[in-house]
Nanobody, 121 residues
Framework: QVQLVESGGGLVQPGGSLRLSCAAS????????MTWYRQAPGKERELVAK????????NYADSVKGRFTISRDNAKNTVYLQMDSLKPEDTAVYYC??????????????WGQGTQVTVSS
């Protein structure tokens, strides 16, 4: 029932910008910390950025600090990743993630299908 759908990926030149979106449904979005991950070919999936439920606290991977901005619109159940000054090493499939308590003892981990970001000249 929980669904996360990413969009906004594409091909961009180095130094360019993209804004990714993740639309969530089937969860109480405004209470959940949301996270962006990415995975490049041959590499492990890595955390890119996260944002707490009210959008007041954010964290970023060192590799994207100062270039990427995570935000959310709880009225639209959507989290965003604004990516500026893109580099070829940012090329990856980007996923949004939610970890949701399910009962007292269990946790559900949910992923979107991913959106491809390619940075190339």
């Amino acid at each position: 029932q929980v669904q996360l759908v990413e969009s906004g990926g594409g091909l961009v030149q180095p130094g360019g910008s993209l804004r990714l979106s993740c639309a969530a449904s089937g969860l109480t979005f405004s209470t959940i910390t949301m996270t962006w991950y990415r995975q490049a070919p041959g590499k492990e999936r890595e955390l890119v950025a996260k944002i707490t439920s009210a959008g007041l606290v954010t964290n970023y991977a060192d590799s994207v600090k100062g270039r990427f901005t995570i935000s959310r619109d709880n009225a639209k159940n959507t989290v965003y990743l604004q990516m500026d000054s893109l580099k070829p090493e940012d090329t990856a499939v980007y996923y949004c993630n939610a970890v949701i308590p399910e009962g007292f003892w269990n946790t559900g981990v949910y992923w979107g299908q991913g959106t491809q970001v390619t940075v190339s000249s």
